[in-house]
């Protein structure tokens, strides 16, 4: 007998689902010649989106001091350059020293978690979630508490509902403005009432700011750090979505409220940075390049852009849809649509997206991948060209048309 090597008890229940089973599905019906729509990943690169040539360039002009490891924490000039972008937007006492840059946010998440979690201790997350959060909890020996997103509240959580979770071991609460998958961009009132939570509970408030400045129809974008004034507040951003930089692999966290709170905490997130040496040194030279240059998504999210045009095709193929509902997306890259329970009483996200892959050829990502249980939702992303997105609609509603009359 063959003894077989077995992966850790911790990954039980872990899921990623945005690169899971039915991506491999479609890369096996893509290899076999059968051209794939794939609304999967927010990956811009792959839909012919660019980052900006300043980018580019200064990384270019940097590629000979890139050679060595860096500090820990990232680049001076990059920490100077987000540390100031945090301070513009009302951050309280950020500095280079409370600033992370790392391999993407991804890395960061799990770093933050890291540093922050004892066995058994809770965190707040939003369902819908980006499942990375969820993952990263698991992971680190916490546990999960999800507060609901829904749609019939705009995918706006119920603060009453997130400090009915709080028990003795929370310890964070996480938020992603503008959210993945939903679209939903919070507004200010809201984030006074989580900081209200989080003061009473003294939790440390973690803000996923990806997506800070692609935003739709002038939906305003509060940062959650002005909010949080002298709370501790960790706040994060990169390179990937609103530059359009992902494989850059950049992200950073911004730690700001009272150091003395913080202080400690700041110390283990050092150690944890420093155990795995620096983040990718050649890509950190784009971060001031990025930040000090002007902005260069609103070309592409306001009227006449092609992020902007998507979107308007999205949402006329759900008003022109017999099956579909959707709370516009204020922001982001995400539709999230739902299967009205009017036109099909029964549905089943995971089976859905599988006949829409097997039948017309399209990848979308079920609701349920996103710690949404018994979702009845879909996640689209913005990215592909507008005229497929047009045709995505028309397969759907094939499948959809099938599944309502079997
Ligand atoms: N957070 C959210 C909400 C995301 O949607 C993503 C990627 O899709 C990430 C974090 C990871 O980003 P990065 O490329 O910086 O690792």
């Known amino acids: 007998m063959v003894a ?98 790392g391999n993407g946010v991804s890395e960061l998440i799990d770093l933050s978690l890291r540093a922050l979690l004892q066995p058994g201790d809770e965190v707040l997350l939003p369902s819908p979630d980006y499942p990375l959060w969820s993952a990263a909890t698991i992971l680190n020996g916490g546990t999960p508490r999800h507060y609901r997103c829904l749609a019939e509240n705009g995918h706006l959580p119920d603060p009453a509902e997130v400090e009915a979770l709080v028990t003795p071991r929370t310890r964070a609460l996480v938020l992603i403005n503008p959210n993945n998958p939903t679209g939903a961009v919070y507004p200010r009132a809201l ?71 913080t202080a400690e905490y700041r110390d283990a997130l050092q150690l944890l940075a420093a155990l795995r040496l620096c983040a990718n040194v050649t890509a950190q030279w784009a971060i001031p390049a990025a930040l000090q240059g002007a902005p260069t998504i609103h070309a592409l999210t306001a009227p006449g852009g092609r992020l902007h045009e998507a979107r308007r095709v999205i949402l006329e193929g759900v008003a022109s849809s017999n099956y579909l509902d959707l709370v516009a997306p204020a922001g982001a890259l995400y539709a999230f649509p739902q299967v009205r329970t009017d036109r099909i009483a029964t549905f089943d ?58």
């Open 349 to 406: 996200d995971n089976a859905f997206a599988l006949r829409l892959l097997d039948e017309e050829s399209v990848l979308v990502v079920p609701g349920t991948s996103f710690n949404a249980p018994a979702s009845r939702h879909l996640r689209l992303t913005l990215l592909p060209q507008p005229a497929d997105l047009a045709e995505v609609f028309v397969r759907m509603e094939r499948v959809l048309a099938r599944m309502a009359t079997e």
């Open 4 to 101: 077989s090597i077995k992966p850790s008890a911790h990954l039980a229940d872990v899921r990623y689902e945005i690169r899971g089973a039915l991506t491999r599905r479609a890369r096996e019906l893509e290899a076999a010649g059968r051209p794939i729509i794939k609304l999967n990943i927010g990956n811009p690169g792959r839909y012919g989106f660019e980052a900006p040539a300043h980018l580019r360039e200064a990384i270019a002009a940097h590629l000979r001091d890139s050679e060595a490891y860096g500090h820990e924490q990232g680049l001076d000039e990059a920490r100077e350059a987000i540390a100031a972008q945090q301070r513009a937007r009302g951050a309280r006492h950020v500095e280079v020293e409370r600033i992370f840059v």
């Open 191 to 261: 984030l006074e009432q989580l900081v209200a939570i989080a003061a009473r509970h003294h939790l440390l408030l973690l803000c996923d700011e990806i997506y800070d400045d692609i935003l739709y129809d002038d939906t305003p974008f509060q940062p959650l750090a002005e909010v949080a004034g002298e709370l501790p507040c960790i706040s994060f951003g990169g390179l990937s979505k609103v530059h359009r930089g992902c494989g850059y692999r950049i992200g950073w966290l911004s730690l700001s409220g009272n150091p003395a709170r």
